[in-house]
């Protein structure tokens, strides 16, 4: 049974926005001070990298309008490149990048919730992730439109919370004493220059992540030649902007020098100073809320990409130790039209790798590099299917070919640093991801028909 098409463009724009606002924006301005050295410099990072995401975006937005169908990047993968490529995309999420990303979001959910309601307890910890896992699984069980207004409302709290945060540092808090101060520096050249731009992007380009989640559920967006671009336009466009205001909010308070000597409290030094006491809690609940949205995104729209990877098999998936795993990940329930296999499988993943990791952070960045490159793979796919693909009227994103020639170029640049910088990581992600080619092989000879060498 096929999935319907029931969430309009503010569910979209929600998901968009609510996928990409995490805590990054808390912590980040903190740990860019370590690199910047004029207030100028922090503004040109943060609208930097949001054009250099504004590129991947629209470029996907294209994809989507050529392949309308839940798991874009997987669809746009296999009809560019071939099913193995696809079929390594969905292996490496479901394998550890889906529930590693849930998992790990979770257990910081899970931190805070201890910590607002006064426990310090590593076993609450999980408990809370557990439940938040639990949660937003059984809503999404219960329809995509459940899903997407849950969405729209955590991301409007997410938004007005930083909007508030701005306000407060901006009318309530007393700037200091060297704000606005336009020191120049001396960045030693070109190659210091290539080097001072490398440093920033990749400290700040990462809490722009999450835009490329929200194609999964491309297969359910109403008219989504209008409305996925649109979203995937605005939103990126729309955190940009919030993000640039955060940062003058945060620099008029604190000074550059004090967020270098104390990165992780600034967020907090500017609700303090703007609210009083009662602003450091208010801070809290809002990273809280920040991060419960980001979780009910991840769930929502992960298990899009496993369904559509499984359903391209399960028609032609033979008895074998494979076709029943199949068959759960490509199962949609009847009455609600929602992958409520994938949905159960991920969140199940999900939990147990949370109880048993604790944390991942260091099993993500096993997969920092074969995940990019899908990426760019994903995004490279545009080359290769708007000419097969495109008609008249259809989107197309502006400024082709640059556009996603300078996503492209810029995440390659990430991927060599991750190999030559953290080559043990990186390897170790390699070879785990090379894992999936027996499965592979053996799943496409378990499921060709006599004859078929479409797989």
Same mark, same amino acid.
């Given at each position: =049974? ?26 980040? +301005? ?28 629209? @470029?996907? &937005? ?22 193995? &490529? ?6 490496? =999420? ?34 809370? &992730? ?9 809503? !999404? ?38 704000? &606005? ?20 992007? *990749? ?36 955190? @940009? ?5 955060? !940062? ?14 104390? +990165? ?12 009083? !006491? ?24 992960? +298990?899009?990409?496993?369904?559509? *990877? ?81 008609? +008249? ?63």
């Amino acid at each position: =049974m096929p999935l319907r098409r029931q969430l309009g463009l503010s569910a979209v724009l929600a998901i968009v926005v609510g996928d990409m606002i995490g805590s990054g924006i808390f912590f980040t +301005p903190g740990e860019l001070a370590a690199v910047a050295s004029s207030e100028w410099q922090v503004y040109f990072f943060w609208a930097l990298c949001g054009v250099i995401t504004l590129c991947g975006a629209l @470029t996907l &937005a294209e994809l989507a309008t050529l392949l309308p169908q839940a798991g874009v990047s997987y669809h746009a993968l296999t009809q560019a490149y071939g099913p193995f &490529a696809g079929f390594m995309q969905a292996w490496i =999420m479901i394998l550890v990048s889906g529930p590693g990303a849930i998992a790990g979001i979770a257990v910081l959910f899970g931190e805070f919730a201890t910590r607002l309601t006064g426990g310090e307890s590593e076993g609450m910890q999980l408990v809370w &992730a557990a439940a938040a896992i639990v949660f937003f699984a059984l809503i !999404n069980l219960r329809g995509v439109q459940w899903g997407g207004r849950i969405q729209v409302v955590l991301t409007a709290v997410k938004v007005l919370g930083l909007l508030a945060l701005v306000a407060g540092g901006l009318i309530f808090a007393e700037p200091h004493a060297g704000f &606005a101060d336009a020191a120049e520096t001396e960045q030693g050249g070109l190659l210091g220059m290539l080097r001072f731009v490398g440093l920033g992007v *990749a400290i700040v380009l990462f809490t722009y992540d999450g835009w490329i989640d929200a194609s999964n559920v491309a297969g359910e967006v109403k008219d989504p030649g209008r409305n996925f671009p649109l979203a995937m336009g605005v939103g990126v466009i729309l955190i @940009t902007a919030v993000y640039l205001l955060v !940062n003058f909010a945060f620099l008029r308070v604190v000074p550059l020098d004090e967020m270098r000597s104390a +990165p992780t409290q600034v967020a907090a030094t500017v609700a303090t100073a703007a609210y009083g !006491n009662g602003g450091g809690t208010a801070l809290n609940l809002l990273m809280w809320i920040s991060i419960f949205g980001a979780l009910g995104g991840l769930i929502m729209t992960l +298990p899009r990409l496993f369904y559509a *990877a499984a359903s391209e098999y399960v028609e032609r998936a033979r008895e074998t130790v494979l076709s029943g795993p199949v068959r759960a990940l490509a199962a949609v329930s009847g009455a609600r039209a929602v992958p409520s296999g994938a949905i159960l499988i991920a969140a199940g993943l999900s939990i147990a790798a949370l109880l048993f990791f604790g944390s991942f952070s260091r099993i993500v960045t096993f997969f920092v590099v074969p995940f990019q490159l899908i990426n760019i793979l994903m995004v490279s796919s545009v080359f290769v299917l708007r000419p097969r693909l495109s008609g +008249p009227g259809a989107f197309r994103v502006p400024g082709y070919p640059f556009t996603p020639a300078v996503f492209m170029l810029v995440m390659s640049s990430f991927l060599l640093a991750a190999v030559v910088y953290n080559p043990f990581d990186s390897m170790i992600g390699i070879a785990l991801t090379l894992t999936g080619i027996p499965v592979y092989r053996m799943l496409v000879r378990n499921s060709k028909e006599p004859g078929d060498d479409s797989l």
